[in-house]
């Protein structure tokens, strides 16, 4: 087995090996379950209201969560001395770890994106290709997501922490109050895609043009791999007397 | 900190044979005024020795910087200044060193969800191993694990996890082998097979450093030593010298006789003694030669008639032996 596929094989069973894996499937069929309810209940949902749950909220957790786990738990505990003190170029890790994670992450926001579209809209092409059109997107963010708090988990361990104020504070709570920060929000810019992707009259409108959304999403994934490879040939043990 | 200097009985530890080393021969393992200092704290203070193929004890108390040397020397902490080398090559972000050495970490975490095998395989295909999984067999084989191999380390007792990271280290037949506190949790059983592995790797020309804070095990495993306490190279060298050194250092011993005034009395005159002190209301004698002393003792109570209820040495402890060594 090569040394990327072995790398890939042990972060895919630590990644699904947890019990936390199965919150992250629970969180991530909320929209599902939302669109199922509203069906039940004879009601339509909007298919729009539900990507943009998937967007603000299910995307940007998901990607947190596995991105700062897929090697900051193992640079927390030790373990990733197995895998690093080997006669590898560290890029590697970093490249199966993102991966790894960005692959989870973007299955879990398709699947449900998709699924919650056809139960909010059906099979009529102008709601599955606002689907479609989201399901893309959130599969590029999804690599975004995770390649950012990924580097940042190989910085610091309070990468979880920074992931939440991020995602809360700066995308949440800011983005609405200061229009300027919004050229430096992923979820803007995963918006903004989606809205290029999916057809004319979705209705769907983004803070950014399609440009600055692809050159942002563009900066962060080859940004954050560089930075994180670059700092994880530098990383020390942490926990020595 | 203390500022004493080392004690150095050799500076290049020989291992495998106790003989020293031919001075043509470079070091396999060179550390070069090394320190580490986390902001005000110093956890390694300027150490420089270099090793030889054979088995050298890091011995020293817990605390005392051995993780962080040991560390250093993998590739995993960057020296605050000084120099390592390893086989001639730096190895400060050299990932390429790994494939000639081995390492066995003290933190226990290993890949819980993996079986013996399968973590061992890892390493194996880590190192790039054209047939990796005859590698794992064979090591799994070496450090007698092959009845638990198929099960989840999760499952493992420590000393069955001690063995399993071991086994990852040597799948690729390192040159150098460093392990970080190795028998922890084994049972006695275990320890003896991983004493014999160890020194039989040795006697094949490996290099192996390996860190205790438990003196009977460096003394059964190495022939060499260095001693490390507070951050600093107390001592290094051969073994026996240290030992010695160790078990010759001033003593006080505390005393409790039938008659200890004229015990006082009679060992005033020995030369073993330097020491007597009655003013706690019990006799305190003070020795620079433990052996002379423990064989003077109890003589001289016979000759003089007087029953030795007890003899207690007041500083035993492994920090005030390593604190000895710093002084000296």
Known sequence: MTVFATLVEVTLRALLGRRRTLLLVLLAGLPVLVAVLARLGGSSPGGASLFEVMVRTVLPLVALVFGTSALGSELED??????????????????????????????????????????????????LGTAVGFAVAGAVAAFAYVVLFLAASVFTNRALILGLIYTLVWEGALAGILEGTRQFSLREATISLAAALAPAGSGIQGGLDLGGAVALLAVVIAGGLVLAAWRLARWEVRGTD | MTDASATTLETTPVADSGAAAPAARPPVVEVDHVSRWYGNVVAVNDISFALQPGVTGLLGPNGAGKSTLLHILAGLLRPSSGRVSVLGETVWRNPGV????????????????LTGREFVMLNANLQRLPNAAAATAAAIRTVDLEAAADRAIGTYSKGM??????????????????????????????????????????????????????????????????????????????????????????????????????????????????GIDLSSGRLAVSSSEFGAFTRLLPRLARDAGITLFEVTPTDDSLESVFSYLVRR
């Open chain 1, 78 to 127: 030790g373990t990733a001395v197995y895998i690093l003190a080997k006669p590898n170029p560290r890029w590697q890790v970093i490249l199966a770890k993102a991966g790894v994670a960005g692959s989870l992450t973007g299955g879990l926001v398709v699947a449900s994106t998709l699924a919650s579209g056809i139960l909010a809209g059906g099979l009529s092409s102008g709601s």
């Open chain 2, 98 to 113: 790994y494939a000639r050495m081995g390492l066995v970490p003290e933190r226990e975490a290993v890949y819980s969800f």
């Open chain 2, 161 to 274: 996890r001690q063995r399993a990271k071991i086994a990852g280290a040597l799948v690729h037949d390192p040159q150098i082998l460093l392990l970080d506190e190795p028998f922890n949790g084994m049972d006695p059983r275990q320890r003896l097979h991983m004493i014999a592995l160890l020194r039989t790797m040795a006697a094949e020309g490996r290099t192996i450093l390996f860190s205790s804070h438990i003196l009977e095990e460096v003394e059964r495993l190495a022939d060499s030593i260095l001693v490390l306490f507070a951050g600093r190279l107390a001592a290094s060298g051969s073994f026996r010298e240290i030992r010695r050194l160790m078990t010759d250092r001033p003593h006080t011993f505390h005393v409790r006789s039938s008659d200890d005034r004229r015990l006082a009395g009679a060992l005033v005159g020995e030369t073993a003694v330097f």
